[in-house]
T-cell receptor, first 115, second 114 residues
Framework: AQSVSQHNHHVILSEAASLELGCNYS??????LFWYVQYPGQHLQLLLK??????LVKGIKGFEAEFIKSKFSFNLRKPSVQWSDTAEYFC?????????????FGQGTTLQVKP | ETGVTQSPTHLIKTRGQQVTLRCSSQ?????VSWYQQALGQGPQFIFQ???????GRGNFPPRFSGLQFPNYSSELNVNALELDDSALYLC?????????????FGQGTRLTVV
């Protein structure tokens, strides 16, 4: 069965530090990749997505992610985090060339940014 | 705001009871997916409805069932509640257009089974 692994469960950073959150998936075929963020008390929001094309994807709020097919990875990065980035981050995939919204999520990474 | 609304926001039920959760999809979206998010875990896919028909199901027992109505709103029903059913239940709507589409999530219903 397909699965998604997020290696960092809880990350604590100071403001202005750089961020990289790891995400690996297990599926050998076509995948569509997503990063979602869940701020305290709010709904899941899409940060960025990769369907095809340039493997370096830029999202909202200065986030970016790189799809490395050979490593089955889709790591999330931000050069300089802010206190407002404190949230839960989820990597997710759908399989196949046509996304029907059946997302497979990782277990999430809690990011705490200290002011 | 995503335009996806869920009700109720919080719910407390007793083990063995039945519960119905509701989701109103974003305008024009004909596909609704339901997820269960246990504390400290990522959301897990329960099932999806497309144009009033079930269109895929995750690894959940038959006591988890659903409906989608002609206006594309949806219900999730859980019978014979167990303590482990305590979780945040998320609804997501999307509009498949033949390509890859984005799912928009509601704020969820927090179910506590005691």
């Amino acid at each position: 069965a397909q699965s998604v692994s997020q290696h960092n469960h809880h990350v604590i950073l100071s403001e202005a530090a750089s961020l990289e959150l790891g995400c690996n998936y297990s599926y050998g075929g076509t995948v569509n990749l997503f990063w979602y963020v869940q701020y305290p008390g709010q709904h899941l929001q899409l940060l960025l997505k990769y369907f095809s094309g340039d493997p370096l994807v830029k999202g909202i709020k200065g986030f970016e992610a790189e799809f490395i097919k050979s490593k089955f990875s889709f790591n999330l990065r931000k050069p300089s985090v802010q206190w407002s980035d404190t949230a839960e981050y989820f990597c997710a995939v759908t399989v196949g060339s046509s996304n029907t919204g059946k997302l497979i999520f990782g277990q999430g990474t809690t990011l705490q940014v200290k002011p | 705001e995503t335009g996806v609304t869920q009700s109720p926001t919080h719910l407390i039920k007793t083990r063995g009871q039945q519960v119905t959760l509701r989701c109103s999809s974003q305008s024009g979206h004909n596909t609704v997916s339901w997820y269960q998010q246990a504390l400290g875990q990522g959301p897990q896919f329960i099932f999806q409805y497309y144009r009033e028909e079930e269109n895929g199901r995750g690894n959940f027992p038959p006591r988890f069932s659903g409906l989608q109505f002609p206006n594309y709103s949806s219900e999730l029903n859980v019978n014979a509640l167990e303590l482990d059913d305590s979780a945040l239940y998320l609804c997501a709507s999307s509009l498949p257009t033949g390509g890859v589409t984005e799912a928009f999530f509601g704020q969820g219903t927090r179910l506590t089974v005691v």
